[in-house]
DNA sequence: GCGACAG
DNA sequence: ATCTTGTCGC
C-alpha cells in the first residue's frame, strides 16, 4: 500500500468554524515549496474532482500515463459533507473525501491536479496547497473561473499566457490550451513552479479545455453518484 | 458600507 | 457544485 501519509491533525481537515478554518490556512500557508518539476519524473498524473448530490458527494481520482493519458488506476468514495462551501474555504469540504480516495489507489501519483486554486487565494493557501503540504508531494491547481487576482487577455493561441496577479505578486497564470477557447487558470500548490505547472497542463490538455485527468476523475465522480438512490437533486 | 466570491 | 432547452458544430 503506497498511500502511507501522516494523519493530520484534527483541525487541519475537521475546523469548527470558518474562523478557525482560516486559522488553519495561515499557519499552514508558510509550508509551501515551489520549485521545478522534473518532466522526465512525472510518469503517473492523478487528477481529483468532487461530485455533489442531494445529501452527498462523491470524490474521484483518476491516475493517467503522462505519456499516453490512459487511465491506469482509478477509484471514488462516497460521502456526507462535512463542511460548507465558503469561498476560500473549499478545501475544508473537499479535502477529507479527497484524502481518502487517494488511500484507495493502488499505485503512487507523481503529481496531483485539483480543481481549483493553489497560492491564487486570499491567504495564498488554496485546496492544490493545502493538499501538498498535507502530502508533501507535488501538487497544481487548475481552475475554470477567477477568484482573486487580475490578468491580461492571454493571446489566441493555444499556449498563450498573461501572469495572474493579486496584491502586487503574481500567484497563478491565465493559460489558453487550446486556440480559440476561454482559457483556464493555473497556480501552484507544492513543490512545483508555475512554469512547470503550465508546461504539465498544457501536456495534459491535447484536446480539451479540461485537463485530461480532471476530465476524467470529473466523469467517474459524476457516473458514481448518478449510479445512487438519492444521487440527484431534488 | 457594498460588491465579489475556486467548487 | 447543480438545475436547466435548445442550438451550433464536428
Known amino acids: 500500500m503506497p498511500h502511507v501519509f501522516p494523519e493530520p491533525a484534527r483541525e487541519e481537515l475537521r475546523p469548527s468554524d470558518p474562523s478557525e478554518a482560516r486559522a488553519v490556512q495561515d499557519r499552514l500557508a508558510p509550508r509551501v515549496r515551489t520549485e521545478p518539476l522534473d518532466p522526465g519524473g512525472v510518469r503517473l498524473v492523478a487528477g481529483l474532482d468532487v461530485s455533489y448530490g442531494a445529501t452527498e458527494l462523491v470524490a474521484a481520482a483518476a491516475v493517467l500515463d503522462a505519456a499516453t493519458l490512459e487511465v491506469v488506476a482509478q477509484a471514488t468514495v462516497r460521502a456526507a459533507p462535512s463542511f460548507p462551501y465558503v469561498p476560500g474555504l473549499l478545501a475544508f469540504r473537499e479535502l477529507p473525501p479527497l484524502l481518502t480516495v487517494l488511500e484507495r489507489l493502488d499505485v ?4 496531483y491536479v485539483c480543481d ?7 491567504r495564498r493557501f488554496g485546496l492544490a496547497c493545502h493538499l501538498g503540504v498535507l502530502l508533501d508531494r507535488p501538487v497544481l491547481g487548475v481552475a475554470k473561473t477567477a477568484f482573486v487576482g487580475r490578468c491580461a487577455e492571454p493571446g489566441p493561441a493555444r499556449g498563450s499566457a498573461a501572469d495572474l496577479v493579486d496584491g502586487g505578486e503574481v500567484v497563478g497564470r491565465c493559460l489558453r490550451v487550446q486556440d480559440g477557447v476561454k482559457p483556464v487558470y493555473v497556480s501552484v500548490g507544492h513543490r512545483v513552479d508555475l512554469d512547470s505547472a503550465c508546461a504539465l497542463v498544457l501536456r495534459l490538455s491535447p484536446r480539451y479545455r479540461i485537463c485530461e485527468p480532471i ?11 448518478a449510479a445512487t438512490p438519492d ?3 431534488p
Do not use: C, M, Q, T
Request: charged letters at 40%; proline letters at 8%; hydrophobic letters at 25%.
Open 108 to 111: 503512487e501519483p507523481d503529481v
Open 231 to 233: 444521487g440527484k437533486h
Open 116 to 122: 481549483g486554486y493553489g497560492l491564487a487565494h486570499p
Open 215 to 225: 476530465r476524467r476523475a470529473d466523469r467517474l465522480s459524476r457516473r458514481e453518484l
